[in-house]
């Protein structure tokens, strides 16, 4: 619920926010890391799609094939050196997911990325002049994309985290289609002041 400019009320139709995704972290401290506003509901709560990793998944799974056939042959060296590189990938692909959170509010898109120390970036709604979103067949077929807004129209071929033209990138997002369509519509609302 929302006041609107001349103090009347109301209430927000919720159907357009993104379903429930097995990618969709299921924390339940996002008042705590977002600090929201007052009123301010929290339309998306998601992390980067296990998918986004699918390379590095193939890479360290092939090292751990080189393990196998390491323990399989005697070769102690091998072996070793397959485990402990499929281990270090599996970490980095674990500590890449989970550093990273994407917020969409009624009012603003917050990107929050950290364990210890927490960094956010956000922009507000009425900010927003450029969206983009990209897929590859790959990630198209699997629900995951790339969503870039700015406060200017974004050039073709924008680049992860901010990019020349201060674009903020949310890669690898579950239902990235559902997520732009949320955040266009409160755009929308919130430009034309219908909230």
């Not at 929290?42 to 092939?62: C, E, F, K, R, Y």
């Not at 402990?84 to 599996?90: C, D, H, K, N, S």
């Not at 989970?98 to 950290?114: H, K, M, P, Q």
Request: aromatic share 8%; glycine share 12%; proline share 3%.
């Amino acid at each position: 619920m929302s006041q609107q400019r001349d103090g009347s009320d109301v209430a927000y139709d919720e159907t357009e926010t993104v379903g429930r995704d097995p990618d969709r972290s299921d924390r339940t401290d996002t008042t705590s890391a977002l600090s929201p506003l007052e009123g301010e509901e929290v339309l998306v709560d998601a992390q980067p799609t296990w998918w986004n990793w699918i390379g590095h998944a193939v890479v360290g799974g092939l090292a751990g094939l080189v393990g196998v056939v390491g323990l399989a042959v005697g070769s102690t060296a091998a072996a070793l050196l397959g485990f402990v590189t499929a281990l270090v990938i599996g970490g980095y692909i674990w500590y890449r997911r989970n550093r990273v959170r994407y917020l969409v509010t009624d009012r603003r898109i917050v990107v929050i990325a950290g364990f210890t120390g927490r960094k956010t970036t956000e922009t507000w709604m009425e900010d927003i002049r450029g969206l983009q979103t990209s897929t590859t067949a790959f990630s198209r077929d699997r629900g995951f994309g790339t969503i870039a807004v700015s406060h200017a129209v974004i050039p073709q071929g924008f680049t992860q985290g901010f990019s020349r033209t201060n674009s903020l990138v949310l890669s690898g997002v579950p239902n990235y289609d559902d997520v732009a369509n949320t955040i266009r519509q409160r755009q929308s609302e919130r430009k034309a002041g219908d909230y």
